[in-house]
Nanobody, 122 residues
Framework: VQLQASGGGLVQPGGSLGLSCVAS????????MGWYRQAPGKQRELVAL???????NYADSVKGRFTISRDNAKNTVTLQMNSLKPEDTAVYYC?????????????????WGQGTLVTVSS
């Protein structure tokens, strides 16, 4: 299963940006979908997570500013980022886990998108 992320770019502090990620392949079901980020010199960290039932979890640093949502029918997850700060600058990665249809029957997967750069700077 492949994940394709899009939507990164340059934005001024206080601005907004939306990220989108779509899962493709022989997907049968997707459990959790999420966004992680990695800033230069730092470890990758969880930004936001959403379950198949719609439950969400956010890093404290983005609560109230970021909103994660998903479209189960389209196997997509989006991250709406508002009130962006310079410290939000990072490469953002989408992630998903679930099951797919293989030659041998249903198999589990956990996939990462290719990463999209978000730069918050004036």
């Amino acid at each position: 299963v492949q994940l394709q992320a899009s939507g990164g770019g340059l934005v001024q502090p206080g601005g907004s940006l939306g990220l989108s990620c779509v899962a493709s392949g022989r997907v049968l079901s997707i459990n959790a979908m999420g966004w992680y980020r990695q800033a230069p010199g730092k470890q990758r960290e969880l930004v936001a997570l959403i379950t198949s039932g719609g439950s969400t979890n956010y890093a404290d640093s983005v609560k109230g500013r970021f909103t994660i949502s998903r479209d189960n029918a389209k196997n997509t997850v989006t991250l709406q980022m508002n009130s962006l700060k310079p410290e939000d600058t990072a490469v953002y990665y989408c992630n998903a886990d679930g099951t797919y249809r293989s030659t041998y029957g249903p198999m589990t997967f956990r996939s990462w998108g290719q990463g999209t750069l978000v730069t918050v700077s004036s």
